[in-house]
């Protein structure tokens, strides 16, 4: 017979020991903390702000998501957002999140400084995520149908606020706005040839984009070649002041013309911004003379150092290489060449270049231009 062995239970446990009932729970991330109480405060002020321009539960589920994205990236991790969050109105709630973690943070004893950056940098990561692929959207709708009258928009909306600036540097360097010392005069100089620039670019690829050989006044009309050359020194007057070169114009005996006077100043503009651009000391010249009864040559020469003859042959053609193979950059003097080339060969004439070493350079083209009664 087997005898089996005996042994005593153990004993029960005591509730009143020192073994605890629960285990306790993990603290709360403080900086988790503070990103939800912000979001609250957003989803509390959101309809006295915004009224009901955007459903309640859309703002719930982007601002959920978008805090559970933060606190992920405080984590090391990143959450992947939906496209209901990668939209405008995820811009703004991110937005809206970060202004109202600020407000707590200038209270270091609501937010620490090492929460706030912790939180703050985890904020921009994720706006970096609602920030669609722009280069990649732009692209699309470039090559898109109405790719061409997206750039012309693009352009027009550089264009405009430019125009301004070279209104207010003009009347500020002339002193109409109170004294200006040497130094400021100068520097309004630079801000005006600088916009003066930027706002002939904008116009360059908006005559691009549209053939560039469009002509601004489709039918001719009578005008006066000295008010065109005038008004093209006045309007590179600053530039020249600032670079203390000369502006000198040479009109013709027969003053009165019939014939595309927008288009003749747009060339004439370009041609004479280009100059002085390139030229230090000495003069840019406009110089008009009638070839015969009919036909007129314009020219704009500079005393600069002249063009290497290697480029000349490029010198009309708005994207160059710069190296490697598919390495192009945008040249404003070229783009501003290509149209006036082309501008000039809509008024029935060839834009030529000559130019020499210690002698500078002369663009120069002929057109019809009939005299025309005085007005």
Request: with cysteine; aromatic share 6%; net charge neutral.
């Amino acid at each position: 017979m087997t005898v089996r062995e005996v042994r005593p239970s153990p004993p029960p446990i005591n509730p009143g020991a020192n073994v605890p009932a629960r285990l306790p729970e993990p603290l709360e991330d403080p900086g988790i903390l503070v990103v939800r109480d912000a979001a609250h405060e957003i989803t509390s002020s959101w309809r006295d702000q915004y009224g009901e321009a955007t459903d309640a539960r859309d703002i719930l589920e982007v601002l959920q998501e978008l805090t559970e994205a933060v606190g992920a990236r405080m984590n090391g991790k990143v959450k992947p957002l939906s496209g209901t969050s990668v939209s405008t109105l995820g811009r703004r709630l991110v937005d809206l999140l970060r202004a109202a973690i600020i407000r707590r943070g200038a209270d270091p004893s609501v937010v620490p400084s090492d929460q706030l950056i912790r939180v703050l940098t985890a904020i921009e990561g994720v706006r970096e995520q609602v920030e669609p692929d722009w280069a990649r959207y732009f692209t699309s709708r470039l090559a898109g149908p109405e790719g061409h009258e997206l750039l012309v928009e693009v352009a027009h909306d550089l264009r405009s606020p430019l125009t301004s600036i070279l209104f207010l540097a003009e009347t500020l360097q002339r002193g109409q706005s109170g004294d200006v010392n040497d130094l400021q005069r100068r520097q309004l100089g630079l801000i005006y040839g600088a916009a003066l620039g930027l706002s002939s670019l904008a116009s360059d690829l908006i005559e691009l984009v549209r053939g560039g050989d469009r002509l601004l006044d489709q039918e001719e009309a009578p005008f006066s070649i000295t008010e065109i050359l005038e008004s093209v020194r006045d309007i590179v007057r600053p530039i020249a002041e600032e670079k203390r070169l000369k502006v000198r114009i040479l009109p013709p005996p027969t003053d009165h013309r019939r014939g595309h006077h927008l288009a003749l100043s747009r060339v004439l503009l370009n041609l004479t911004s280009n100059a002085l651009k390139f030229t230090e000391e000495g003069f840019v010249e406009l110089v008009c003379r009638a070839t015969d009864r009919y036909r007129v040559e314009f020219s704009v020469r500079d005393t600069g150092k002249g063009i290497n003859p290697e480029v000349v042959n490029n010198l009309y053609q708005p994207f160059r290489r710069t190296g490697g193979r598919r390495s192009y950059y945008l040249s404003g003097t070229g783009l501003g060449l290509a149209i006036c080339r082309r501008i000039v060969e809509a008024m029935g004439g060839e834009l030529k270049v000559e130019s020499r070493p210690d002698w500078g350079t002369r663009f120069y083209f002929e057109i019809s231009l009939p005299p025309a009664q005085q007005f």
